[in-house]
């Protein structure tokens, strides 16, 4: 499990969380909650992180404590036991974390033993957030802004790890193309995806970008698989992909 710095669990206690009653499913994007820290009871979106990172213990309250999320430790592990079979030292390799948000999937690696970690996000409260509640996880964070990968020339990173955080407006192909230029042959990428984004007829173009990328031998999957990412808001379980994949 993700360590909590001991302020942050402090805050969960004090958060109260409460979830719409529908009589239909919403979509994931347009999911919401109500929350009460004390104060009132403020009306909260999941596609608004950057509010959610603000408030110390809420995305832990709503997603892990409520929401039982679980893609932070599935993907971490599956990369961590690809490495194994490959006999690479995973203190070796040098991760970025791709979408990293406020850090757990970094500290889920750091607890198995990775030591070079670097997050990338697009929002600097998620950058805050993660300095914030597992300051010792990253090496550095980076803000995707102009020029952001010239930041990493020093880290060399040689593995990548996306985990909840392609479609649904959040990082594009273009994005995740580009991460994979940078990176060296024979290097892994771990991440997950909602099955639908991968429809041959979605207009999120991630269907093209894999077949395309395939197509030029740019991109190899070793193993796919369905898991439990976490319920929805009205209590159904979400399922995620779960991809391994090379740079040939
Ligand atoms: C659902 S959160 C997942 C966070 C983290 N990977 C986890 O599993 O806890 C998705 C994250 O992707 C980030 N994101 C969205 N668009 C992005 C972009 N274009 N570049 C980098 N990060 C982005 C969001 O800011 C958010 O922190």
């Given at each position: 499990m993700s360590s909590l710095a001991t302020p942050v669990a402090s805050s969960i206690r004090q958060l109260r969380v409460a979830f719409p009653q529908q009589s239909f499913p919403v979509g994931q994007d347009a999911e919401w909650c109500v929350v009460y820290d004390g104060g009132e009871w403020r009306e909260f979106r999941f596609h608004d992180y950057a509010q959610i990172y603000s408030l110390p213990g809420l995305y832990e309250k709503i997603?892990?404590?409520?929401?039982?999320?679980?893609s932070h430790m599935v993907m971490a592990e599956a990369l961590v036991r690809e490495l194994q079979l490959r006999n690479r030292p995973l203190e070796e390799c040098r991760i970025l974390d791709l979408g990293a948000g406020n850090g757990h999937v970094g500290a889920q690696l750091y607890e198995l033993g990775a030591r070079h970690l670097w997050g990338v996000d697009v929002l600097p409260e998620a950058r805050f957030a993660a300095r914030r509640q597992h300051p010792q996880v990253y090496s550095g964070y980076t803000l995707v802004e102009p020029g952001w990968l010239r930041e990493l020339q020093d880290f060399r990173f040689d593995t990548v790890i996306c985990v909840a955080a392609l479609g649904f407006g959040d990082i594009d192909p273009n994005l995740f193309e580009t991460v994979l230029e940078a990176l060296p042959t024979g290097s892994l990428l771990a991440f997950n995806i909602k099955e639908q984004f991968l429809n041959a007829l979605d207009p999120s173009g991630f269907n093209h970008l894999f077949t395309h990328l395939q197509a030029q031998g740019k991109f190899k999957p070793l193993r796919q698989w369905k898991h439990f990412h976490r319920y929805s808001t009205w209590g159904e379980p979400l399922h995620y992909l779960g991809v391994l994949a090379e740079k040939p």
């Open positions: 997603f892990m404590e409520h929401l039982k999320s679980r």
